[in-house]
């Protein structure tokens, strides 16, 4: 299986610099495509009449935005992609509050910076495989800061900037008994593995499948049962007597 990989990005030089940093992070990853624009993007992505991505049978499972585009900005690309079954990670030289939060708010499933040394950013990717958001350390101390000045109740309230909830909850979440009957028996495996400590590595390897295939399953969980971390899930998996 194929890992593909789309890199949005305007600037040529730094569309080769992120394609080094991915294929040096992922040793599975061998398809990367680029696209300079929106216009190109949405085309790669397979856009539907509604304006939203469609997913064909080789979606790609790990997309780079960068935010200011000649055509628009990627925080359109970023709501177009609700649906798509790939993980977001926003590329971009913007470290400001501005940009930051409507980002997270927009769906990005990371936050890095492109002025980071190479193996800044290679180490940052490697999160994904360990089920941990890729974000760089001055996107970090931000997020932090926030919150330990009391400011990540709001982000900035009346700015219009995401709340400290929408962080760690999806924006449709809404509080809910677990209804572990709307997990599909391969989440209910991953679940199990999740709750025993095993890494996302790790159980791609115990399950014959690809890591990205078990990180779309752990975004999916997560989604189901209204919860942001592994911990959350094994507590209530646990308490359900799941697992």
């Known amino acids: 299986m194929t890992v593909k990989v789309l890199i949005l990005e ?19 990853v061998s398809s990367i495509t680029e696209a300079g624009d929106l216009e190109a993007a949405r085309r790669l992505l397979g856009y ?56 997270l708010q927009c769906g ?38 926030h919150f330990r000045t009391g400011e990540g109740a709001s982000f900035g309230q009346g700015n219009g900037h995401a709340t400290a909830t929408a962080l760690h909850q999806p924006a449709h979440a809404v509080a809910a008994p677990l209804d572990h009957e709307r997990l599909t028996p391969r989440e209910s495996e991953v ?23 078990v990180n779309d399953h752990i975004k999916s969980i997560y989604k189901k049962l209204n919860v942001s971390s592994r911990a959350e899930a094994a507590v209530l998996a646990s308490k359900q007597g799941l697992v």
């Open 108 to 145: 990005a499933d990371g936050y890095l910076l492109k002025e980071d040394r190479f193996e800044v950013l290679v180490e940052e990717l490697q999160k994904i495989v360990r089920g941990q958001p890729p974000l760089s350390p001055a996107i970090a101390r931000r997020l932090l800061t």
């Open 48 to 103: 539907a009449p509604g304006g939203q991505a469609v997913a064909d049978q080789a979606p790609y499972q790990l997309i780079l935005v960068d935010l200011e585009l000649p055509d628009g900005s990627g925080m359109e690309l970023l709501k177009e992609l609700a649906a798509y079954p790939a993980t977001r990670i926003v590329t971009t030289l913007y470290s400001d509050d501005e940009h930051l939060f409507p980002a």
């Open 10 to 28: 305007d600037n040529p030089v730094a569309r080769s610099f992120l394609s080094r940093v991915v294929r040096e992070s992922f040793s599975d």
């Open 191 to 213: 679940l199990t593995y999740l709750s025993k400590g095993f890494t996302i590595k790790e159980i791609a390897a115990l399950m014959g499948i690809k890591w990205f295939t």
